[in-house]
């Protein structure tokens, strides 16, 4: 199993800049994959960057691309995520999630998909006034 607990979030005017912490623990060679979603209230979950913890590719939405930078420190066991130049779009609740890219795993090829993950974390709160 892996635990998986963020931090970071908070309110912040259009144009301001987070960042947001996920510390995994447990099972940690299970997070080959790392990710970061959002789910604005009424809306679906949407994948906004993830990253392969071994080769380092990594993967953007475009509604994030250039604004975003995930990074992931394998020391630590820690996926962030900077998001800078925030929009009142950007609101939601952040959840990092985790897979260890089983063969099969859907996560290879679709990483911004949420369906594949197999560890969540509980989420964190992000604010974008205007």
């Known amino acids: 199993q892996v635990q998986l607990v963020e931090s970071g979030g908070g309110s912040v005017q259009a144009g301001g800049s987070l960042r947001l912490s996920c510390v995994a623990s447990?099972?940690?060679?299970?997070?080959?994959?790392m990710a970061w979603f959002r789910q604005a209230p009424g809306k679906e979950r949407e994948g906004v960057a993830a990253i392969f913890t071994g080769g380092g590719s990594w993967y953007y939405s475009d509604s994030v691309d250039g604004r975003f930078t995930i990074s992931h420190d394998m020391k630590t066991n820690t996926l962030y995520l900077q998001m800078n130049n925030l929009k009142p779009e950007d609101t939601g609740m952040y959840y990092c999630a985790a897979d260890p890219l089983f063969l099969g795993s859907p996560v290879r090829v679709k990483p911004l998909e949420g369906s594949g993950y197999k560890y969540w974390g509980q989420g964190t709160q992000v604010t974008v006034s205007s």
């Open positions: 447990g099972d940690t060679h299970n997070t080959n994959c």
